[in-house]
Structure formats: structure tokens, C-alpha cells
């Protein structure tokens, strides 16, 4: 083990993750600004045989490396070329990049969300993200896609509160979305 791993736990991460909350609220720009050099300390460290098996909600192998009823820190597969379509949470998410490239987009919407069904997005944010990098998705502008560019694509997700129930998944080309449960249905 390196020392990296031996000094910075994930329950280390997890405490800067409520402490940062406790100053921040749902703030995304200036949590990202906080958590940064705390995950950065974890990504540095070796996650191959760490965590519990979760059942992700678009993906196929998540493991959790902490959860306490609301927030969580989660180790997730993405897999390579399979296009995660427009979603919210409801809730913050940050993902940082442990191995591979991920193409991230982040949007907002434009409208007033007044009628159900109608979304118009706007894109804040299109970049491929590398290993080391992060990016983070909060409320109102908690609504990302994106796409695996690698077969190893994993992630460090933090997930500041409990997913919203039902979910708004978006189809830009005909500003509307549906509300679906992922647990329930099968979403791509
Ligand atoms: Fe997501």
C-alpha cells in the first residue's frame, strides 16, 4: 500500500464531504473547489479490491465506498461508447476520474419548468474529462450526459443527498423530457 492510501481514507473523504457541505449547502462550484485536493487524494490511491457491490442505476458495476442513508462515495464502471442520456438528481454529484475518459456534458435549464414534459437545455459545460479530473452537477444545473471513451472508465462519484424519486430524462432535439424511476424502469 502506498502511503497516500494509508493516510487519506475514504472516511477522511467522507467527513470533508459533510464538512464542506456543512459551509457550502448545495453550492456546486464552490464544493468542487473544496473537495478537490480530498479526492484527488483518493483517486491517487489504489480502489481495485475496496468497497461493496451496488446496483447502479445506468451502469453495471458500482461499488460503494461509503454510505450513511444520504450521502454516498461510490467506485463505478462506465462503460465504454454506451451514451447515458440527459438526467437529473435532484441532488449534487460530483465524478471524478480514477482511470480512463469520459466526454461530460452539463446543462441547465432555460425555460421556467412550468409545463410539465417541456425542458429547453442549455449547455454549461461539454469537455472530456481525464483521469484526475472532475466535474459536478447541482441543483439547478444538476443535469448531465455523457459517454465512456475507454474501456476503463472508472469513476469516484460523491453524491451529496439521496437521488430524487423520479427523475426527468431529457431529449434535447425535442425539448421534453419524461420522469422515470430508475430503479423501476429501464432507462437506456
Ligand atoms: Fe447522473
Not at 453550492?27 to 489504489?46: C, E, N, T
Not at 439521496?162 to 424511476?181: E, F, K
Amino acid at each position: 500500500m502506498s502511503e497516500t492510501q494509508d493516510s487519506y481514507t475514504i472516511r477522511d473523504l467522507a467527513e470533508e464531504v459533510r464538512r464542506q457541505m456543512s459551509i457550502h449547502g448545495s453550492d456546486g462550484p464552490k464544493l468542487l473547489d473544496g473537495l478537490r485536493d480530498p479526492i484527488s487524494r483518493i483517486l491517487a490511491s489504489d480502489l481495485s479490491n475496496v468497497g461493496v457491490k451496488r446496483e447502479g442505476n445506468h451502469i453495471d458495476e458500482s461499488r460503494y465506498l461509503y454510505y450513511d442513508g444520504e450521502m454516498s462515495i461510490t467506485f463505478d464502471h462506465l462503460p465504454k461508447d454506451k451514451d447515458i442520456p440527459p438526467h437529473d438528481h435532484g441532488t449534487w454529484e460530483t465524478l471524478a476520474i480514477y482511470s480512463g475518459q469520459l466526454r461530460h456534458t452539463v446543462y441547465d435549464r432555460k425555460d421556467d419548468g412550468g409545463t410539465e414534459g417541456y425542458a429547453e437545455l442549455g449547455v454549461i459545460d461539454d469537455r472530456v474529462l481525464d483521469c484526475k479530473d472532475m466535474a459536478i452537477v447541482a441543483p439547478p444545473a444538476d443535469i448531465h450526459s455523457f459517454t465512456a471513451l475507454t474501456d476503463d472508465t472508472w469513476s469516484v462519484t460523491v453524491v451529496g443527498g439521496r437521488y430524487g424519486v423520479d427523475r426527468a430524462y431529457y431529449q434535447p432535439d425535442t425539448n421534453s423530457y419524461v420522469r422515470l424511476n430508475p430503479k423501476r424502469q429501464k432507462i437506456v
